[in-house]
């Protein structure tokens, strides 16, 4: 062999005796065949074969593999984002002349591909009220192939009551999806509960530094699996394995890091409750939380992402208390090492039940900071937002 052939062909080492705990990063876009047949057949090895980089490495199957057990379904997909996680459902199940449901609530995206991209294709959709519960059946008709929902709701916190509407899609043969970031399978199992689609932004918890951005859709049945595979070989979609390994890392503490948000993020609603500026505070372990009852029956505990919806009279002052902060960061997206505050505001958005409080509503995700430090930047928040009103709790 000459050098100038040998310098494309690493040469093999053994792995005898090299037993790492951490998953190797297979990086591939040819993936090589024993021999010309393997080749011709390549087609055969369908949806969990090795064909191509671009359909799945050791490593992405690795990621697949271990969220597929943890949300106790048969098959996960790894996609580009949450959104693309959301989008493929939707392209996979709906045709021309079908309908989605989708939750007053949802994440503001959503609804965003349902009118720019859906509609102009023949696929329509209707929004319910996430309070709906059974009474979905009575939005099911002969063109909705699927019901959508998240719980909780995006910014204002909602649960819904996800067995109940299983129930009635199931009853009229119509498939079910859920977006699970704020619980993440270990908060929230929702395959358990009859749902198909299980979504999940990875690039939130299971990320958990703020650094990748993937999703991830579990499912309970192979065909339903082979299906998505399908959208995404045709939309020529795939994903990074160094991400992946970002996310295999993350993973391994998720859930030392979400026990403690949990923990921090209860503690903290609780205290905000009474606070002056504070009219509501959205978090699902206050019993005043909308859904509060739904959240207790099915699922395991609090993430760190909840809400609190201001006093009007705290917004003249409220770009400089925030911009004033020290311990949070102003941003979305969230689910990192660093608290974040993002005033949000839903009132344009609700097309269903209007959202009547007029207070700004200020998502508070907590972190992994020294939680005394991150109070302290609370209270100063209130402070500024109140001038001159004493503190009453
Ligand atoms: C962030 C988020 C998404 C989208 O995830 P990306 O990876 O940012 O595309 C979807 N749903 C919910 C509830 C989210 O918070």
């Not at 958005?349 to 009547?356: I, K």
Request: hydrophobic share 40%.
């Amino acid at each position: 062999m000459k050098d100038l052939t040998r310098v494309v062909h690493h040469p093999e080492v053994s792995h005898e005796g090299f037993a790492s705990l951490s998953v190797p990063t297979y990086r591939a876009s040819t993936i090589v065949f024993e021999d010309a047949a393997a080749y011709t057949n390549r087609k055969y090895r369908g949806p969990d074969g090795y064909t191509y980089g671009l359909h799945g490495t050791p490593t992405t199957k690795t990621l697949e593999a271990q969220l597929t057990e943890l949300e106790q379904g048969v098959r996960t997909v790894i996609v580009p984002s949450g959104q693309a996680g959301i989008t493929v459902v939707l392209l996979t199940v709906l045709r021309p002349g079908d309908k989605v449901l989708i939750p007053d609530n949802a994440y503001p995206p959503v609804r965003g591909f349902c009118v720019n991209f859906l509609a102009p294709r023949g696929i329509g959709h209707a929004v319910y009220d996430p309070a709906i519960g059974g009474g979905i059946a009575d939005l099911i008709d002969e063109t909705v192939k699927l019901v959508w929902v998240e719980s909780p709701g995006s910014t204002t916190m909602e649960f819904c009551d996800i067995p109940a509407i299983v129930a009635a899609a199931k009853a009229k043969g119509v498939l079910t999806g859920c977006d699970n970031t704020w619980a993440t399978p270990l908060l929230f199992k929702p395959i358990v509960h009859g749902v198909d689609f299980s979504m999940e932004a990875l690039t939130k918890y299971v990320g958990g530094h703020s650094d990748i951005l993937l999703g991830s859709i579990t499912v309970n049945e192979v065909p339903l699996h082979r299906a998505l595979k399908d959208t995404t070989r045709m939309l020529g979609m795939g994903v990074s394995p160094d991400d992946c390994d970002r996310a295999l890392r993350g993973i391994e503490t998720m859930g030392v890091r979400l026990a403690h948000m949990g923990r921090v993020s209860t503690d903290f609603a609780r205290r905000l409750v009474g606070l002056p500026g504070v009219e509501r505070v959205l978090h699902p372990a206050l019993p005043a939380c909308p859904g509060h009852e739904y959240w207790k029956r099915d699922f395991a505990g609090c993430s760190g992402v909840f809400s609190v919806v201001l006093n009007p009279e705290t917004e003249p002052q409220l770009e400089d208390a925030l911009s004033a902060m020290k311990t949070f960061a102003i941003g979305a997206s969230w689910g990192g090492t660093r608290s974040l505050v993002a005033p949000m505001s839903v009132k344009s958005e609700r097309v269903v039940n209007a959202w009547s409080e007029e207070g700004t509503i200020l998502r508070i995700s907590v972190g992994l900071e020294d939680p005394a430090d991150l109070w302290e930047d609370l209270e100063k928040l209130f402070r500024d937002l109140m001038p001159g009103v004493s503190k009453v709790a």
